[in-house]
């Protein structure tokens, strides 16, 4: 049972690893932009 596990986890690793992979780049992004936006709207404030 625990070896049909982990041969199952290893199986399974590498796609999983790539969505989390695509998952933090665009959460990077995303803040990236967000970062910018916020910049510009402080700038339009002062």
Do not use: F, L, Y
Not at 5 to 34: Q, S
Request: glycine letters at 0%; charged letters at 55%; a positive charge.
């Amino acid at each position: 049972m625990h070896e049909w596990r982990t041969n199952r986890r290893k199986k399974e690793e590498k796609p999983r690893m790539h969505e989390w992979k695509m998952k933090e780049r665009r959460i990077a992004t995303n803040a990236r932009m967000e970062d910018e936006r916020k910049k510009k709207c402080h700038e339009c404030t002062n």
